[in-house]
């Protein structure tokens, strides 16, 4: 035991070794992957490929699942082949939180993309969703398209959390009709 | 096989504690590890040394052993390279393990007290930290002189040699530069003497002056802290913040590691409850027969933990750490003294043991295993970027898909600039994924200015990666793409064919970027705002292939809105070219413009079986 002590302490010094001792070192260097991945015609919020597609109003994603989003948010989707002559479907698919609901006691979504206005829906009733509207061809001929979801009500900063409180979104995509 | 048994007995400890935290010896930095790995970069003459290892830092701490210096010789030695880090975190914790057992079996005067007790110590969820990152090695060293000290404390009771009291005395001196926490060292001394060897309690009294001297040196040194969750609170909550560390410790709650939703099953919970009845009683039976020992564990316990009860709004598991080596010595003498009893105790024991190991070890590994998922991450990141920076040397490198996590754990202490990287910057937007901690720091202060970013990446000087993945993507690319439809309702005055985020505004007949330009086949059209002001003009810049030019001069034809502007004449080919059309009064103002150039003539390059003319870099009206 006493060896064992003497051991330990003899190697204390070590962590006074020499301080000034500035040598480049060798960096052990990571791949990164140089090719992006195709944009996405639908995408899960958890997908860390289509992360970039989250334009804004989304916040961290919760339970490796979801994403809350803020009042106003956008998306970047490609569309799907052939859909700037037959047209698609924008489906959002969310949930409506209890905590917020028993708060606005409505909330109504709509969405747009540049000009074009997609009808307003109301929900009264919490749980799991959709929304989903036809998309017209004549904007969806390029190679991606930003859409501009807005809800009425949420809970505002401050209220339960520092966050502005909308939906809790799970998927986004276009489906060609 | 008496050496064999003697040697596993010493051995099997450390061996458990690597089987348990294995994770966390492959672990890499993150946190607050970057802040201390850049220290030395903050030397600038000689004089600066007292200052980077002895001014007090985050929250007026004064650690120059487990922190300053380490890791500013360690990274001296070998760089950015956690695992010699790492090492040396387990080896000073076989140390401790090594010197807990020899203590408890020399104050128990019980073999499996002593080998118990380290191992009852290595499955506490308080060590999960400490034992996975390697900013927690204060936590690791404070309890290696702690326990020094102590061991030299046994020896000089034991055999009177004046060497051993010195030797406590430098290794309790050391202690400072670990942790504060080293200033309960003489209550914890003068504690035991009072327990086990009365006679001796008043040598231990002079150990008082040099923690005496430490708290007052902090306390008009460091700084004050005011706000946040490191305020101290000297009131009744200490009470309700020593009942949660209790709950902790029996492994009753892990603050801030296991989500609430995930509780434990009822069984284990009710086992935990058992645990801590039974820990309990124990203690107040050896009080109750003047066995004063138990008192030193618990109080062991009491002593240590007692520095952090103030701090009300800041309950951490791992401040558990070093308090959790008097409930395991404990307990490990209870478990010793249940098997000593007979067959009545033996059951008790045993499921007070499993009750233990059930709920600690679990919460052990699964701290270790979220600090090691962490580091990884983070590692991921800094290297990935790194790497980024030698693809793209000149390039500001912009980071999306960064979220709090990631953010908070790794490029908050700016680990970028023990690389010297640069110009490294979080994505636009950003913002909105990363939870706001303004008293750790900003986001913003990170975040590159939209409008800034869209003039680099459209002048190829920046580049995105998407950090959201294992590994670092670069989605310049799609990024370009995304914010040229973001930017679908502004003015374009300028167009880089070529430049992914005005492809929206090129019409479907130009061919395929290549080399920073684009072909087009005898007819191409793109979209352009109209002229801000008369005298404004329209202007094509591109390259002309000779081969265009087999049959004479080339006529290029320019129309906006339908409405021609002029035909331009080339003579001659393989060279660049800027053509400028003057643009009529009516497009003044427009929101866009369909502008249209055609060709006179095309050809083909085979085995290329496009039809191919001129060779087009940017529009411009200006």
Known sequence: MRKLIIVVLGLAPLLSAPMGCRRTQPVKVDVVEEEAPKLATVIHVADPKATVQLVKGFYELEQNSWRWTAGKFAVALRPPRGASERGAVLQLKFAVADAVLERVKSMTVKARSGKVELAPETYTKSGEQIYSRDVPGSILGGEVVLFEFEVDKFLPPGAVEQRELALIVTTIGLELK | MKRLARAAYWIAPPLFCLAVYWLGLKAWFQQDDFAWLGLRYDVEKWSDWFRILFAPMAQGTIRPW???????????????????????????????????????????????????????????????????????????????????????????????????????????????????????????????????????????????????????????????????????????????????????????EHAGIIPPQTGWPPAVAAGVWILGAALAGFTLWQLARRQWLAGFFAGWFILTLGPVLALRDHISEYYLAVPMIGLASLGAWAAACAWRSGWVWRPVAAVCLMAYFATALPAARMVSHMHFERSRAVRNLVLGVVRARQLHPREVILLAGVETDLFWSAMIDNPFRLFKLKDVYLAPGSEDRIRAFPELGSVTDWVFPTKQAWSLLGDYRAVVYDASGVRLRNVTTNYMRILGALDTHSRVYWIDVANPAFERLLGRTWWAVEGGSRFMPKRATLRLAGPRSAGQKLYLNGWAPEKLFAEGPLKVFVSANGRPLGVATLVRGGQIFELAFDLPAELIGAESMEVAVESQRTFRAPPDVRDLSLRFGSFTVR
């Open chain 2, 66 to 252: 487990s922190e300053r210096l380490f890791f500013i010789v360690f990274e001296a030695i070998f760089g950015v390279e956690a695992l010699p880090f790492r090492i040396w975190v387990f080896l000073t914790q076989t140390v401790n393990l090594t010197l807990l057992s020899w203590i408890v079996w020399r104050v128990t005067k019980s073999r499996l007290a002593g080998f118990l007790a380290p191992v009852l110590w290595t499955a506490s969820s308080a060590l999960g930290r400490p034992m996975s990152w390697t900013s927690a090695y204060n936590q690791i060293l404070c309890a290696f002189f702690l326990l020094a000290s102590f061991q030299f404390l046994l020896r000089w009771i034991e055999t009177g040699d004046e060497r051993w009291w010195r030797w406590q005395w430098a290794a309790f001196l050391m202690g400072f530069g670990a942790l504060e926490l080293n200033v309960v060292y003489p209550a914890l001394a003068a504690l035991y003497t009072l327990a086990c060897a009365r006679e001796r309690f008043r040598r231990t009294l002079p150990l008082f002056l040099p923690s005496a001297l430490f708290v007052l040196v902090h306390r008009l040194w460091a700084p004050k802290v005011a706000s946040g969750p490191y305020v101290m609170h000297f009131d009744a909550s200490i009470f309700g913040t020593f009942l949660r560390y209790c709950h902790i410790a029996l492994g009753a």
